[in-house]
């Protein structure tokens, strides 16, 4: 094992590409707890679940770079998702206390599926004064590290590790029968188990690219690392825990891999777009893992390339910082007046959340949607740049699709994608998969935007990137 001494001496050596010139880049970094109290509603399922034991915290975590002419701030969340009501007002006091614009602040959801409600998701219901909580501390971390700025040297590479991604949505062989919960026949069939016979091939591709950027003091010390991968998240946890899921087992697995002890950095793993994408090889024989063991192994597979590519990473002390959004007005798959009629006559008017088939789910996501949803919304697409290294970011669950079109077209060197960005707006499926159906564009408040949306997001945010790339 490479020791934190030897890492960091390899990293000194090799960083002073821009060193000669006389603007200096600072960067910050900081965390900020946000772990519930138990007994909250726990997002990710179709049903309730209940908050009854923290494995481990939840937390922001934040990256603010200044180059003495702009500044930008990356962020995570540990949380399924987190609507533009919590995002919006957060950027508002990080602006008022930071300086920092909202175009040039990506703050994003990891997606755990073990953390409390942010929104009103299925059947899981939001607490207010946890989100009330949630908006403050989300300031409050990127106001941490604002005021932790130092002198500092960044670099970013991309790897890649295909082996643990895997397209979750099949098509099945002819004769096979799919219907959705409105009963309409489907294509494709999302997660069609282990063995299944029926299986013909996956409906679309994965993206095995390993994204990472590192900030490293001048002598060397790592401030902070971001990873970015198109994993939707690995699950496994116990019952009734509270867990950030296999994002922050991710950092901690790379420092021990370099040997990194002392002082050690911000680590944040960014979700790409990983919509329809998950860990389980349905063609492999099925392997009963004990709670957390799948999330060490997945995270021993991907610190080991995020390391690799850490080693090879030339360190500029200066880049240009930029940053752009867009809000796209785009339309809303509202229920029928035939089938809001269907659903109240399933499930009532004012349904409660205890419900168990699939059928009455869909109708109680009627009621809701039809009641508060309006015809239309404004989402925000962003484009950020860090030097060479283009970021976009989409507010949802983005098919893979969405990514590689972005990664194809983009203007610059290096580009990344982030999805559950800056609000949270569903899966955002390509068209062809509105075509196949499946569970990700079953109407319902987890997906409601228009047919177009994908092609929409891909061709702002690639406007975003052109439009800072000068």
């Not at 939840?58 to 962020?75: E, P």
Request: net charge positive; glycine share 8%.
């Amino acid at each position: 094992m490479m020791t934190r001494r030897s890492f960091l001496a390899s990293t000194v050596a090799a960083r002073a590409v821009g060193a000669a010139d006389a603007r200096r880049m600072h960067a910050g970094a900081a965390t900020a707890n946000i772990t519930p109290a138990l007994g909250c509603s726990l997002a990710g399922s179709m049903t309730n679940h209940i908050g009854l034991e923290v494995h481990d915290e939840l937390h922001v975590k934040a990256v603010v770079l200044d180059n003495g002419q702009a500044r930008v701030a990356i962020a995570t969340v540990d949380s399924c998702v987190i609507p533009r009501t919590v995002f919006d007002p957060a950027k508002k006091l990080i602006a008022q206390h930071t300086g920092i614009p909202p175009s040039h602040l990506l703050l994003s959801a990891t997606h755990t599926h073990s953390a409390p409600a942010a929104a009103h998701l299925f059947q899981s219901l939001p607490d207010p004064k946890y989100v009330e909580f949630l908006t403050t501390r989300i300031a409050d971390c990127v106001r941490l590290a604002a005021g932790r700025l130092e002198p500092a040297q960044i670099a970013w590479g991309v790897g890649k590790e295909p082996r643990l991604l895997f397209n979750r949505r099949f098509l099945m062989k002819p004769g096979t029968v799919l219907k959705d919960p409105f009963g309409r026949t489907d294509k494709v069939k999302m997660n069609p188990g282990q063995g299944n016979p029926n299986i013909e091939a996956p409906a679309g591709p994965i993206d095995p690219a390993v994204g990472l950027v590192a900030i490293h003091s001048l002598d060397g010390r790592p401030i902070a690392l971001i990873g970015n991968y198109a994993l939707h998240y690995v699950g496994g946890v116990g019952a009734g825990h509270i867990s950030a899921d296999y994002f922050p087992v991710w950092g901690e697995t790379v420092l021990r891999l370099a040997g990194v002890a002392s002082r050690p950095p911000v680590t944040m793993m960014t979700n790409a777009c990983s919509g329809n994408i998950n860990n389980v090889d349905v063609r492999a024989p099925r392997i009963s893992f004990p709670p957390y063991r799948k999330i060490e192994q997945v995270c021993d597979i991907l610190a080991a390339e995020s390391l690799r590519v850490w080693k090879e990473l030339k360190f500029t002390s200066w880049e240009v910082l930029n940053g752009s959004f867009e809000e796209l007005d785009l339309g809303v798959r509202l229920p029928s007046p035939e089938d809001l009629a269907e659903a109240r006559k399933r499930v009532g008017g004012d349904p409660g959340n205890r419900f168990k088939a699939v059928e009455d789910i869909y109708a109680r996501e009627t009621i809701f949607l039809a009641r508060d949803f309006p015809k239309s919304m404004k989402v925000v697409v962003q484009g950020l740049r860090i030097g060479s290294l283009g970021i976009g970011a989409f507010p949802g669950e983005a098919f893979t699709e969405m990514g590689l079109e972005l990664k194809s077209k983009s203007p610059f060197a290096t580009t990344m994608a982030v999805e559950l960005a800056n609000g949270y707006h569903g899966y955002i499926p390509t068209v062809e998969a509105h075509v196949q159906g499946g569970y990700e564009t079953w109407r319902a408040k987890s997906s409601y935007l228009e047919v177009e949306a994908a092609p929409k997001m891909v061709s702002a945010a690639l406007g975003r990137l052109r439009a800072i790339s000068g």
